[in-house]
Structures are given as structure tokens and as C-alpha cells.
């Protein structure tokens, strides 16, 4: 199976049909199913990221034609475009820098900023980022990529390295001829905001919208990983890097206000409309609750994060000797409430494999991969920097041809017509237009018979193995009477997948 790029017909609404995914408005492919799965990582939008702390006289450049190439040959049509708001600022728990530019303010001065240039003139918008912001978004289009335009993060504001994830920051009082004086990610984005400050950040939302709102393949986020309201142990701020773990507001009703004026300007100008989506919180008061406020938001797509009963009490998946998520290991199933954009940033950052983007997607989602292989760049190497602390580009390899592999199927058969079904197939895992197309995981790969709930008729039966990535057409299967058939991998073992498609009644 092959993908031949496919540029968008025109923007994504929520398919009123199947609303797990979304539809083109216009064009030939309206009506569809798309699927959206890729890789994403912090530097596809601002260059300045490398190993150290420090960072060079110069900004780091990302190859970004290499970075469409990368995605476009592993059959990625999906990525976060990153904002990083420091230019100065450090990974937690990993030894690189990520000062970040361009920025969307002009660098005027008077007087110098942390990083030792101008300071920034908050009440002019930076007419070199917003050229990148658009090109970079026109050339995913042109090799068939939506991307999710990042218009602020809420991250490095509040769980990057002190001091430089808010002296780093453009309202940051040393670096602005504003008379801005942010401290802290309350001052930013958590309402009531000083009304100066809430002006600069419209002025920015809506220059953004004006910039990109004739582009097809566009779509909105309001913000990574925001305050929700909750704190931390003592023990993760000094993982972090802080004395004592500060208090952090809840940003909920400031992310519904940027989806608002989103919203509200693209109707005064007669813009078409673009999906927005919203995602994860940290921390919450109540991490079993954490995805309520991207529920009842007026979002069209979210990006969940954990909320397992296990990490109720201050747990985290990623904590030494804790079981994964239920995201990432039995992800439940997309109920079409919103469409989900299922983040391994959320609930399993670092981590990645075949099997999650095979078993997101049979559940209804639409997975992406936080890439942290993609820190060294596009190629193959032995090992990543061994000071970056990231596993090397190899390791998420399977991941990455697995979400490809995936879109082809999704690309291939009637999606728009299927459900994630538990109880079609013994394995749990399974999109089905009954009695006409089967798509079903075998996760555990031991070479045990699974049952298919099927009607009588014809199949054809198509073998699909997860881990070599081999096809095996096989035989058209007669089913006499409705029941359960069983069926068993032709291949040797690990996880496989089955195709079925009727040929007659």
C-alpha cells in the first residue's frame, strides 16, 4: 500500500456522519473520512534548540524540507506546530536548550534582553515570524499535512528549569519596552489578566488568524499542557528544578476566552472556520477529572490526558515502577463527543511503539507521537547525544511506520462508516461497518484462534503483520450462518491485523 500526498480540498469540520473524525467542507474528498497521525517535536516552527544549557551565539536551524520528507516517507499527514514562548529557556530532566526564535514581537529595544538582543516591542507584531508561520504551514500543505497551529504554550511557562521559564519570556519585565512584568504563568494565562497584557495576547490570536485563514489544512490549539489548578509534590518541583513547589492557577476559563476570540474573528471576517482544539492540563486539583474541562469546552477536537483511578493521589505513568496509562495501553473508545487527537505527550511522554498506534486507532482515535528521537535530527543514528538524556531516533521507529500504516487502512476502507466496537472481535479491538468491513487487532500476537462477529456472506480476508510490516492477501472466507468465526495469524507470531471485506451476501 501506498500514499500519494493529497492536499486538502478544503478546511476540516467535524463529520456530522461519524464525528470521531473530520470532513473536508469542499472539494472532491467532502464527505470523507480524515485521519489525522504523525510526529511532532518542539523545533518545527522556531529554531534555537540543541544540547547544553546555554545554546550558541546563533539559533540552531531546523531542516524543515527534511522534516516534510521524514514525515511524508513514514505516510504522517498530521503535526502540532510548535510555539516555544522563551528565548531563553532549558528541558526539564534533559540537558538541551531551547531558545527559541523568531518570536512574534519586533525586536526594537531600547536596552537588551536576557538572551543579549533587543528587547521586544509588544505592540508590534514581528512580520518575520508570521512569514515563517505561514510558509512553514503552506509547505505541509503542499505534501498533503494538516497542522495543528499551536497558538501558545503553557509548559515551559510553569514546568520548565527556573529562572528562565518566565525571565526568558517576552513579558518578562527585562526583556520589553512594554512595561510588561510578567512573573509567573498566573500573569499570563490565568483570568482576570492585567488588561495590557490581554490585549497584546488579541492582537497576536487575531493577527495569527488573518495570517493563515485561507489555508486548507489548518487547524487550532489553544495551548500545551496550561496550569489546571492543581500543584505538584515537593519532589517533582525539584525534579524541576524549584526550592518548593509554587501554586499555579487554573487557566480553564482563559483558554475558553482564546477559543472565543478565535472564534468571534474568524465570523467578523468571513473567514472559514477552522477546528480549534484544547488540551491537557498540569497540574489539576483532580487528575481522575483531568479531561473535563476539554469536554465541556466549545473545542471541536481535544488531546486527553491520563486520568486513571491509579494516579488519583498524585501518581504519574511516568514515575519509576508505575503501570502505563490506560491511553497507552487499552485506550478507551473515542464515543464521538469530540474528536480525539490521543497525544503520547499527555500520558506517555518518552514512550511509543507499534502497538499503541495500532490499538488508538481500532478505539477511534487519532494518534500522534511526541518524537523525542527527533531531537538529533531526521537520520538514523547509532544513539542520540548521550547529554540530551532522550532515546535515540531508532527507538520510536516502529511507532512511527505503524501511524502510517494505519492512515493507509483508514484511507483505504469506508471509515466514515465504521465504529470502534470492544464486542465484534474476542480481542477487543476492532472498527466495523457491520456486515460490510472488519478492520481487527490481534494485540498479543501468541498465534491462538480469535473470533469475528460476522454475518452470513462472503470476505475477503487480507493479513496485515504489525511488527515486519508484511501483507498477506488471503482467501475469500464464506460464512454460512451469523456468529461468531474464528480465525487465526498465518504469521508466525506478534501482533497482527485483519481486514474483511464482503464480496457478497
Not at 551565539?57 to 511524508?72: G, S
Not at 518524537?371 to 538529533?376: C, N, Q, S, V, Y
Request: charge should be negative; hydrophobic fraction near 35%; proline fraction near 9%.
Amino acid at each position: 500500500m501506498t500514499l500519494t500526498p493529497v492536499r486538502a480540498d478544503g478546511p476540516l469540520a467535524v463529520s456530522t456522519r461519524n464525528p470521531r473524525y473530520f470532513t473536508p467542507t469542499s472539494g472532491p474528498s467532502a464527505g470523507r473520512a480524515v485521519y489525522l497521525t504523525g510526529s511532532h517535536i518542539w523545533n518545527n516552527l522556531h529554531d534555537g534548540m540543541g544540547p547544553g544549557p546555554d545554546g550558541s551565539p546563533e539559533p540552531e536551524l531546523m531542516d524543515y524540507d527534511a522534516y516534510l520528507r521524514f514525515l511524508a516517507e513514514r505516510g504522517h499527514n498530521f503535526i502540532r506546530l510548535w510555539r516555544w514562548e522563551q528565548v531563553r529557556s532549558q528541558a526539564a530532566g534533559g540537558n538541551y536548550h531551547l531558545n527559541m526564535t523568531p518570536q512574534p514581537w519586533a525586536r526594537t529595544g531600547p536596552g537588551t534582553a536576557k538572551d543579549g538582543k533587543p528587547r521586544f516591542d509588544l505592540e508590534q507584531l514581528d512580520d518575520g515570524f508570521l512569514r515563517r508561520l505561514r510558509e512553514r504551514v503552506t509547505a505541509a500543505g503542499d505534501v498533503g499535512i494538516y497542522v495543528g497551529v499551536m497558538l501558545f504554550d503553557g509548559w515551559a511557562l510553569h514546568l520548565s528549569p527556573p529562572p528562565d521559564h518566565i525571565e526568558g519570556h517576552p513579558f518578562h519585565s527585562g526583556n520589553n519596552v512594554n512595561g510588561i512584568s510578567a512573573s509567573s504563568i498566573n500573569d499570563l494565562q490565568v483570568l482576570p489578566l492585567d488588561p495590557a497584557i490581554q490585549a497584546i495576547q488579541e492582537a497576536y490570536i487575531r493577527k495569527v488568524v488573518d495570517t493563515l485563514h485561507d489555508l486548507p489544512n489548518v487547524l487550532w490549539e489553544v495551548a500545551n499542557e496550561s496550569c489546571g489548578g492543581g500543584t505538584v509534590t515537593d519532589e517533582f518541583a525539584a525534579f524541576l528544578g524549584m526550592d518548593k513547589a509554587p501554586s499555579w492557577g487554573d487557566s480553564t476559563e482563559w483558554q475558553y476566552w482564546v477559543i472565543d476570540t478565535v472564534k468571534r474573528h474568524e465570523a467578523e471576517q468571513g473567514y472559514d472556520v477552522h477546528p480549534i482544539g484544547i488540551t491537557m492540563q498540569f497540574p489539576v486539583a483532580e487528575q481522575t477529572k483531568v479531561n473535563d474541562p476539554l469536554l465541556s469546552s466549545r473545542a471541536e477536537w481535544i488531546s486527553p490526558g491520563y486520568d486513571d483511578e491509579i494516579f488519583a493521589n498524585g501518581g504519574h505513568p511516568m514515575a519509576p515502577g508505575s503501570p502505563p496509562s490506560r491511553w497507552y495501553a487499552d485506550p478507551p473508545i473515542a464515543d464521538g463527543a469530540k474528536v480525539v487527537i490521543s497525544d503520547t505527550d499527555h500520558y506517555a511522554p518518552g514512550q511509543g511503539d507499534a502497538l499503541w498506534a495500532w490499538k488508538s486507532f481500532l478505539r477511534g482515535h487519532h494518534p500522534i507521537l511526541m518524537d523525542f528521537g527527533l531531537i538529533a535530527g531526521f537520520e538514523p543514528a547509532d544513539e542520540s547525544p548521550a547529554e540530551t538524556g532522550v532515546p535515540p531516533f531508532a527507538y520510536y521507529e516502529p511507532a512511527r511506520w505503524a501511524m502510517g500504516d494505519t492512515r493507509r487502512y483508514a484511507e483505504r476502507m469506508g471509515l466514515i462508516d465504521m465504529q470502534p466496537r470492544r464486542d465484534v472481535a474476542s480481542t477487543g479491538y476492532a472498527l466495523a461497518n457491520p456486515g460490510s468491513e472488519y478492520l481487527v487487532l490481534e494485540p498479543d500476537g501468541t498465534g491462538q484462534e480469535f473470533t469475528i462477529e460476522l454475518p452470513t456472506g462472503s470476505y475477503q480476508v487480507e493479513w496485515f503483520d504489525v511488527t515486519t510490516r508484511e501483507t498477506m492477501p488471503g482467501e475469500v472466507r464464506s460464512v454460512e450462518r451469523n456468529g461468531k468465526v474464528e480465525f487465526s495469524s498465518p504469521f508466525p507470531a506478534g501482533p497482527a491485523v485483519v481486514y474483511l471485506n464482503r464480496v457478497s451476501a
